[in-house]
Nanobody, 127 residues
Framework: QVQLVESGGGLVRAGGSLRLSCAAS????????IGWFRQAPGTERAFVAGINRSGGNTDYADSVKGRFIVSRDNAKSTAYLEMDSLKPEDTAAYYCAAVPRLNMAAINMRPSDYHYWGQGTQVTVSS
C-alpha cells in the first residue's frame, strides 16, 4: 500500500505561482511513477503532468507545457508540481497518483492506470 498526501494548494491571482507537494509513504518511493491530475466541478479527472521513477523523464498536458514543472526528491519520498503563470482555467482540485513501474516504462496518462491516489488539494486562480 502507498499513502499519498498533497499539500500546497490555495487561492492565487492570475499570473501567480503555487508549488504543490505530494508526500508518499508505505512503499519505496523510487519504484513509483508519479502522475498529477486535476478535476474541476462537472469535468472528468485529467492528466496534468507525470514523472518516472528516477525523475529523468517527464510529460505534460499541452495546456500546462511551459508553465508547470514536475519534479521529485526520492530521498524525501516527495513529488512536486511547480505551477507558474497560473490562469483561472487552472482552477481545480489537484491530485497526485502513483503506480509501480519500471523506470523505462512510459508515463501513464489515464487515471485508471494509477493504483494509489491522494485526497487532493484545491487550487483556485482568480482573474
Amino acid at each position: 500500500q502507498v499513502q499519498l498526501v498533497e499539500s500546497g494548494g490555495g487561492l492565487v491571482r492570475a499570473g501567480g505561482s503555487l508549488r504543490l507537494s505530494c508526500a508518499a509513504s508505505g512503499r519505496t518511493f523510487s519504484t513509483l511513477h508519479i502522475g498529477w491530475f486535476r478535476q474541476a466541478p462537472g469535468t472528468e479527472r485529467a492528466f496534468v503532468a507525470g514523472i518516472n521513477r528516477s525523475g529523468g523523464n517527464t510529460d505534460y498536458a499541452d495546456s500546462v507545457k511551459g508553465r508547470f514543472i514536475v519534479s521529485r526528491d526520492n530521498a524525501k519520498s516527495t513529488a512536486y508540481l511547480e505551477m507558474d503563470s497560473l490562469k483561472p482555467e487552472d482552477t481545480a482540485a489537484y491530485y497526485c497518483a502513483a503506480v509501480p513501474r519500471l523506470n523505462m516504462a512510459a508515463i501513464n496518462m489515464r487515471p485508471s492506470d494509477y493504483h494509489y491516489w491522494g485526497q487532493g488539494t484545491q487550487v483556485t486562480v482568480s482573474s
